[in-house]
Structure formats: structure tokens, C-alpha cells
């Protein structure tokens, strides 16, 4: 039996995916690149905004195709928009044969089995949380770890929360574990995913209760694991605690990914951010005065409901002022459910939105290169990832600070090397590599 897995949205559902993979190949399912040649044709879905839907749509429209042609062949939807369907999905959708929500990637085997007896559309959106199964990790040295699952904010925009539910973390112990199963299985660099990983925690019952500075210190304390990432954290829960894990700790990296999504007060509040402006860029100093030379990186969403040409360009002046190292920029999207799309006016029109998409895109490139431009002449620890994308003849990696570096060397995939930066993008650096890392590089004091 062979698969074909298409994978939309976020590192949350990257990572799904790969557990995804571990269920099917673990049931003798190996992995087909065609769709035209798969017996089952499996997506995992985001609908975070209109566009993610209708890039979905086209891709399920295909495997109608597919389907029409090989009727034998299982159409299977899984993930968040799956969620946000539900049944219907069969009724809108009747070549689909199995659908279900994004904590059900357990059930996968269960329905894919249960679906080629019944044929009747088998279907699954109210599992619990299933962080520990088999994973076919798509790098071997760098690993995603799941340590909460829901979201508990209420972000007015915002459809995560419905389609993926209350948050629900995973006990310290289990997530030690899999850290250091993974360590020994050769990983050196690890990324804890949670919608609002720094909120970790509390939902967990007292004898086990954790912080996610504690977690993050003890995930930094694993032997073998040389860089610790997250994301994303929510700024309201970026406490001290945090900050001083992130600066203590040597293997946890000097970048962050920290979702702004305006930089108007007036905004925030109509967003249910619960931060103005001021406290942002506050938290911004404190980052900066704890950790030196950080990256930052931002998520902003242009055109919410009442974004006025004043609110726009208090964003404009946020990018600015916290020269972030890039930024997701987003137009607002209404989202069936959520509190903005049901109860305030989509007012902003279309090209005013694309019109001031344009210039957040223009401040945000320039910033970035600027940036990016401070790392010219110095050398710096870079993970190989493996062969450039644009010149296989050179080797691509990353900064502790999360910026890609195209550079000659040797290394392999894995190691931890000096590059000497010689030139700059916005998005991207270049050099060549230094000789071997001292060996205080390697093992962080
Ligand atoms: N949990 C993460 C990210 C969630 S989705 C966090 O809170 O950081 C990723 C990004 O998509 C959000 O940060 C936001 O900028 C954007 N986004 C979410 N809903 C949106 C909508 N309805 N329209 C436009 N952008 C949206
Ligand atoms: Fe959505 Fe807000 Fe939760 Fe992020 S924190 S997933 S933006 S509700
Ligand atoms: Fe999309 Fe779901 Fe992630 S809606 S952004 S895949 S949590």
C-alpha cells in the first residue's frame, strides 16, 4: 500500500505530519511522490485564513480527479479545516472517505481500516492528545517536540482555538523523555511547538504542575542537545522567569518568534491581544537588555476591522522601533466563528489592505537588511542542514539567531561548524567556513 501526504499550514501540522507518516509506514504503508499512484490520498489541512482554505480546495479538487479514474484509491482529510468541517466535509465532499480533527492522528490506522470494510465514511474529531506516537522525523538532526496542544487565548481574529481546542500540555517528564530518546537518536537541535508555548503548564494537575522556564531548562539540560528553539510564545505570558531561562541557558538560542499583530493599543484591544503597544515594546528592552544580540521575528495582520490609516502606521513605527529580523505579514481574513468576523465589519477594502500590505513589506525587508547586514565580517556557529537550495555545490545552515547561511565547506549534515559571514539579504547570509568550532562552541559551559 503506498501513501501521498500533502501537508498546509503551520510547524503544529508540519509535525503532525510526520506523525502521520510514522502511523502509516509503521501499518507496512511506504511513501509514493505521485498522487496519481498512491492508494491513499491523505492532506493535512490549515484554515487559518481564505486563502488556506482555497489553496486546500484545489489540491481536494485533484484527488477528485485521482479518484474518478481509481475508485478504490481513500481520499483521507485530516487537520484543522477538517475539524472546522466536520460530517459535512462528506457532504460537501462525498469522494472523501475518511475525515478527521488534528488530535486524531492516533486513529489514522483505526479509520483507514475501518473505512476499507464499511465504506461509509469513517470519521474521527474528538480524540485526545496523541504528542507521543511515532514520528518519521523529515531531518535527522533537528527535531519538532510537542509540549502543548489548544489554545486558551481568545484572539478575536483567530479560528485555532475552535478547531483545535482547550490547551492541554504534556507532563515535563514525558517531554524530557522524548527529548532525550531523540538526543540519543542523534538530534541536536530541538524546537518545542505549542500555539501559546509559554502559558505551558497550567492545566497540568499539582503533583506534576511545571513552568516553561522550567521546562525549557530542563530540556536545555539534556545531554547531546546542543540548540533549543520554541515557538510561538504569547507576549502577555513572557514573564521574567522566561527571559532568564533563555539568557541562562547557553543552548537555548538568541532568537524569538514573538507575534506582534499590530502595533496600534486600539487595535490590540479590539484584537483581545490584552497588551498595549507600550508593554510590548517593553518586554521588546527587557529581551534585549537579558539576552544579547537576539533575533526577533513577528507575525502582523494588516487590515483588522477599524484599522484606521493612523493605527497602520503605528505598525509601520513598531517595525521600526524593535528592528525585527523578519515578520509574517498576514491581510485579516474573517474566519467563520470568531468573534471579529461575527461581530465586527470587514471595513477595511481590499486595496487599502493591499496597499498597506505593501508598505509593512517594504519597512520589514529594509529592517531585516539592515539586520541582517550586522553579521558581515563576523564568524559564526552554524548547524548544517545540508546542501544549499540554489548552489548544491555549497553548504546551508543556520545561525543560533535562526538566519540561513548558504556557505563553502565540507561539513556534514549535523555538525556544528564557524562560518565567516561575508555577504548579506534580507533573508539570507553567505560565507565560508572557518575550520572546526573550539570546543567551547560544542559544549555550552
Ligand atoms: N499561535 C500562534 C500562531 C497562530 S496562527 C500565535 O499566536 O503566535 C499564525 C498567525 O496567523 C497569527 O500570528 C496571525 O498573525 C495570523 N492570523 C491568524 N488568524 C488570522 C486571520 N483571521 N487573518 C489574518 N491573519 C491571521
Ligand atoms: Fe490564535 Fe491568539 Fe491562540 Fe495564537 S494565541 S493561536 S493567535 S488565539
Ligand atoms: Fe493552520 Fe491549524 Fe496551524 S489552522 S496555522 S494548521 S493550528
Not at 36 to 46: G, K, P, R, S
Not at 125 to 132: I, L, M, P
Not at 335 to 349: F, I, K, Q
Request: proline letters at 5%; glycine letters at 8%; charged letters at 25%.
Amino acid at each position: 500500500m503506498r501513501y501521498h501526504l500533502t501537508t498546509f499550514g503551520c510547524q503544529m501540522n508540519e509535525h503532525d505530519s510526520e506523525r502521520m507518516r510514522g502511523v502509516l509506514e509503521d501499518l507496512g504503508y511506504s511513501r509514493v511522490d505521485a498522487r496519481d499512484e498512491a492508494d491513499l490520498i491523505l492532506f493535512n489541512t490549515c484554515t487559518i485564513r481564505g486563502s488556506a482554505d482555497e489553496r486546500f480546495l484545489g489540491n481536494l479538487g485533484d484527488a477528485k480527479r485521482v479518484k474518478r479514474e481509481r475508485p478504490d484509491a481513500l481520499v483521507a482529510v485530516g487537520g484543522c479545516w477538517a475539524q472546522s468541517m466536520k460530517e459535512q466535509v462528506f457532504r460537501e465532499f462525498p469522494f472523501v472517505d475518511i475525515a478527521f480533527g488534528p488530535s486524531e492522528v492516533a486513529r489514522l490506522g483505526e479509520l483507514v481500516a475501518r473505512e476499507r470494510i464499511d465504506a461509509v465514511g469513517a470519521f474521527s474529531f474528538d480524540g485526545a492528545f496523541s504528542g507521543s506516537l511515532p514520528a518519521r522525523r523529515e531531518r535527522a538532526h533537528q527535531a519538532w517536540v510537542q509540549i502543548s496542544v489548544g489554545c486558551n487565548c481568545v484572539c478575536a481574529y483567530c479560528i485555532v482555538p475552535s478547531v483545535r481546542g482547550r490547551e492541554r500540555s504534556r507532563p515535563l517528564a514525558d517531554v524530557v523523555g522524548e527529548v532525550r530518546a531523540l538526543a540519543a537518536d542523534g538530534v541536536v537541535e530541538v524546537t518545542l511547538l505549542g500555539q501559546n508555548v509559554n502559558s505551558y503548564g497550567r492545566d497540568l494537575p499539582r503533583e506534576e504542575r511545571a513552568t516553561f522556564a522550567e521546562l525549557l531548562r530542563a530540556v536545555a539540560g539534556v545531554e547531546g542537545i546542543a540548540r533549543v528553539r520554541y515557538t510561538s510564545p504569547h507576549p502577555k505570558d513572557m514573564k521574567a522567569d522566561v527571559i532568564a531561562a533563555m539568557a541562562e541557558c547557553p543552548e537555548v538560542c538568541e532568537h524569538l518568534h514573538l507575534p506582534a499583530q499590530s502595533g496600534s493599543t486600539r487595535i490590540l484591544k479590539a484584537m483581545r491581544r490584552t497588551y498595549s503597544r507600550e508593554r510590548y515594546l517593553d518586554l521588546v528592552a527587557r529581551l534585549r537588555g537579558a539576552i544579547p544580540d537576539l533575533s526577533l521575528t513577528t507575525d502582523l495582520i494588516v487590515g483588522f476591522p477599524g484599522e484606521t490609516e493612523a493605527d497602520f502606521e503605528d505598525t509601520l513605527r513598531l517595525v521600526e522601533e524593535c528592528r525585527y529580523d523578519g515578520a509574517y505579514t498576514f491581510l485579516y481574513s474573517p474566519r467563520p466563528g470568531t468573534e471579529a468576523a461575527e461581530r465586527l465589519p470587514d471595513d477595511v477594502p481590499a486595496e487599502v489592505k493591499r496597499e498597506r500590505i505593501g508598505r509593512l513589506v517594504e519597512v520589514v525587508q529594509r529592517t531585516a537588511a539592515e539586520r541582517a547586514a550586522r553579521f558581515v565580517g563576523t564568524t559564526g556557529e552554524v548547524l548544517v542542514e545540508g546542501p544549499s537550495r540554489t548552489d548544491p555545490s555549497k553548504l546551508r545552515g543556520r545561525l543560533r539567531q535562526n538566519i540561513t547561511v548558504n556557505f563553502t565547506g565540507t561539513a556534514a549534515p549535523g555538525s556544528l561548524v564557524r562560518v565567516a559571514i561575508e555577504g548579506a539579504t534580507s533573508t539570507t547570509l553567505s560565507g565560508r567556513q572557518a575550520g572546526a568550532p573550539a570546543p567551547a562552541d560544542l559544549v555550552p559551559a
